[in-house]
């Protein structure tokens, strides 16, 4: 099944709430016939978007092509929370890649979230833009470790900007009693992604960059990446296609697997019904589930679990399950939108960078902690063509297994495991 195509309308956005308040941006041609350019990059996301724009400020032409239109990708529908750090913790990575790297990586998890806020400042791109990132644990044992890894943060790494919160410093937050207490990282932030990749495709267009829309790339061979109705002849080619590569390019798709994911937004709620500010949430279960407050204080809440590549039929009831445990008093609010979007995971959740031959660089499975990664990732994709490979080299030495059973098993295994742990986030084991 092509993801590109199983739950969305062609060179349609999804209907998100974002899609509904984001001024939408003027359609770009799509490709026709050949044309030159120094680097051709599929996908216009986070990562496709920065990619272009760092490369054609360094003075290169550059050609991105997006089968549907800018950020209808998980980019343009998700839950916009610019997360610090990386997706897995400081002491897991030192186990994993020795502290040396392990060190570098925090480096990049913080200029992740500072170039998010920089291009958003350059760019003025005006994308509700709020601070505060909150960690909330449904078990007290969660809260002890919690608290634990900011003591070590502060200690080894000398960050001081997450702040441990008891049950009752975290209801000074969050208005519900489920949770036994968590972190608030006053670092991380929130925004409206679909208006800040627009944003991004303004200020690259402006820089120069070539954008074409409903533009279906069918093959990526050395030299040249074709769609159904023309050719890019490039000598560098930029795979930023996350979810949905698909088929494309077999090597990556072996590293990254599709998961979808769903969002829900209620109608405008009294102040403090749900959250006391505007920060934003996520939780400890092994699903996430994740909110935040808009400006006229509607409920944005991501999360439900769905074991197919289509979207079900239901998504508002799908994730008014997790709502409603949450939020006990909100179990029969107003759900004005619904939508699904599709991300992608790798066996150890840390994104996987590679060059895959002379001239062919892809960044994806960013596990849920894409908005401020995949912004970085283009950027030291732009950075690694220009042969400065340093940041790349370090994301791209972390290592990156495939999943079991290849591409016709790999699905089964992870419906099984999905299924059990969603059932010891259920059971709270
Ligand atoms: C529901 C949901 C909630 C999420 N919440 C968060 C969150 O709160 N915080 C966070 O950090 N991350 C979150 N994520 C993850 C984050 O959105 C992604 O990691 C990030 O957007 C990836 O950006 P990208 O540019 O790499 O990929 P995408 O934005 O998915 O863009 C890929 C683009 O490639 C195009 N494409 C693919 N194949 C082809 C082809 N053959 N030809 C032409 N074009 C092609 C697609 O049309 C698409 O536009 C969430 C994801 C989802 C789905």
Same mark, same amino acid.
């Given at each position: 099944?092509?993801?590109?195509?199983?739950?969305?309308?062609?060179?349609?956005?999804?209907?998100?709430?974002?899609?509904?308040?984001?001024?939408?941006?003027?359609?770009?041609?799509?490709?026709?016939?050949?044309?030159?350019?120094?680097?051709?990059?599929?996908?216009?996301?986070?990562?496709?978007?920065?990619?272009?724009?760092?490369?054609?400020?360094?003075?290169?032409?550059?050609?991105?092509?997006?089968?549907?239109?800018?950020?209808?990708?998980?980019?343009?529908?998700?839950?916009?929370?610019?997360?610090?750090?990386?997706?897995?913790?400081?002491?897991?990575?030192?186990?994993?890649?020795?502290?040396?790297?392990?060190?570098?990586?925090?480096?990049?998890?913080?200029?992740?979230?500072?170039?998010?806020?920089?291009?958003?400042?350059?760019?003025?791109?005006?994308?509700?833009?709020?601070?505060?990132?909150?960690?909330?644990?449904?078990?007290?044992?969660?809260?002890?470790?919690?608290?634990?890894?900011? $003591?070590?943060?502060? +200690?080894?790494?000398?960050?001081?900007?997450?702040?441990?919160?008891?049950?009752?410093?975290?209801?000074?937050?969050?208005?519900?009693?489920?949770?036994?207490?968590?972190?608030?990282?006053?670092?991380?932030?929130?925004?409206?992604?679909?208006?800040?990749?627009?944003?991004?495709?303004?200020?690259?267009?402006?820089?120069?960059?070539?954008?074409?829309?409903?533009?279906?790339?069918?093959?990526?061979?050395?030299?040249?990446?074709?769609?159904?109705?023309?050719?890019?002849?490039?000598?560098?080619?930029?795979?930023?296609?996350?979810?949905?590569?698909?088929?494309?390019?077999?090597?990556?798709?072996?590293?990254?697997?599709?998961?979808?994911?769903?969002?829900?937004?209620?109608?405008?709620?009294?102040?403090?019904?749900?959250?006391?500010?505007?920060?934003?949430?996520?939780?400890?279960?092994?699903?996430?589930?994740?909110?935040?407050?808009?400006?006229?204080?509607?409920?944005?809440?991501?999360?439900?679990?769905?074991?197919?590549?289509?979207?079900?039929?239901?998504?508002?009831?799908?994730? +008014? +399950?997790?709502?409603?445990?949450?939020?006990?008093?909100?179990?029969?609010?107003?759900?004005?939108?619904? =939508?699904?979007?599709?991300?992608?995971?790798?066996?150890?959740?840390?994104?996987?960078? $590679?060059?895959?031959?002379?001239?062919? =660089?892809?960044?994806?499975?960013?596990?849920?902690?894409?908005?401020?990664?995949?912004?970085?990732?283009?950027?030291?994709?732009?950075?690694?063509?220009?042969?400065?490979?340093?940041?790349?080299?370090?994301?791209?030495?972390?290592?990156?297994? +495939?999943?079991?059973?290849?591409?016709?098993?790999? =699905?089964?295994?992870?419906?099984?495991?999905?299924?059990?742990?969603?059932?010891?986030?259920?059971?709270?084991?």
């Amino acid at each position: 099944m092509d993801l590109l195509f199983a739950n969305d309308r062609q060179g349609a956005l999804p209907p998100s709430w974002y899609a509904e308040v984001t001024p939408p941006l003027a359609p770009f041609p799509a490709l026709r016939g050949e044309t030159r350019a120094d680097i051709c990059i599929v996908g216009a996301g986070f990562t496709g978007l920065s990619a272009a724009l760092h490369l054609a400020r360094a003075g290169r032409s550059v050609v991105v092509l997006d089968a549907h239109r800018v950020g209808f990708g998980a980019s343009g529908r998700n839950g916009g929370q610019v997360l610090g750090g990386q997706r897995l913790d400081q002491i897991a990575l030192e186990r994993m890649v020795g502290r040396d790297d392990a060190r570098k990586l925090w480096q990049i998890g913080l200029d992740s979230v500072r170039i998010v806020r920089d291009l958003i400042e350059e760019g003025e791109i005006s994308c509700d833009l709020q601070s505060g990132a909150l960690h909330a644990e449904w078990q007290a044992k969660g809260v002890t470790e919690s608290h634990d890894y900011v $003591a070590y943060l502060a +200690r080894h790494y000398d960050y001081t900007q997450a702040e441990p919160l008891d049950a009752a410093g975290l209801r000074g937050y969050v208005n519900t009693n489920v949770y036994a207490g968590g972190v608030i990282d006053h670092v991380s932030a929130h925004l409206n992604p679909l208006a800040y990749v627009s944003g991004l495709a303004r200020m690259a267009s402006a820089a120069g960059v070539t954008i074409h829309e409903k533009s279906h790339v069918r093959q990526v061979a050395p030299g040249h990446v074709t769609t159904e109705a023309g050719t890019v002849r490039a000598g560098q080619v930029v795979l930023a296609c996350n979810g949905y590569l698909g088929g494309l390019h077999p090597q990556t798709a072996a590293r990254v697997m599709p998961i979808n994911n769903f969002i829900v937004a209620t109608a405008p709620l009294p102040r403090g019904a749900a959250l006391h500010s505007r920060i934003c949430a996520a939780d400890s279960n092994f699903v996430v589930n994740y909110y935040r407050t808009t400006a006229d204080n509607r409920l944005l809440f991501g999360g439900g679990e769905s074991y197919g590549y289509r979207f079900p039929r239901d998504i508002a009831a799908l994730v +008014r +399950r997790p709502l409603a445990r949450t939020f006990p008093h909100l179990a029969d609010v107003e759900i004005t939108h619904a =939508w699904g979007g599709t991300l992608a995971i790798t066996m150890n959740r840390m994104p996987h960078f $590679a060059q895959t031959r002379p001239g062919l =660089w892809s960044a994806s499975g960013y596990s849920g902690h894409g908005v401020a990664m995949a912004t970085l990732a283009g950027r030291m994709i732009a950075e690694a063509i220009q042969g400065q490979t340093d940041r790349f080299d370090v994301m791209a030495r972390v290592p990156s297994p +495939r999943f079991p059973g290849g591409a016709a098993l790999r =699905w089964p295994l992870l419906v099984s495991a999905m299924t059990w742990y969603g059932l010891r986030d259920k059971l709270g084991i």
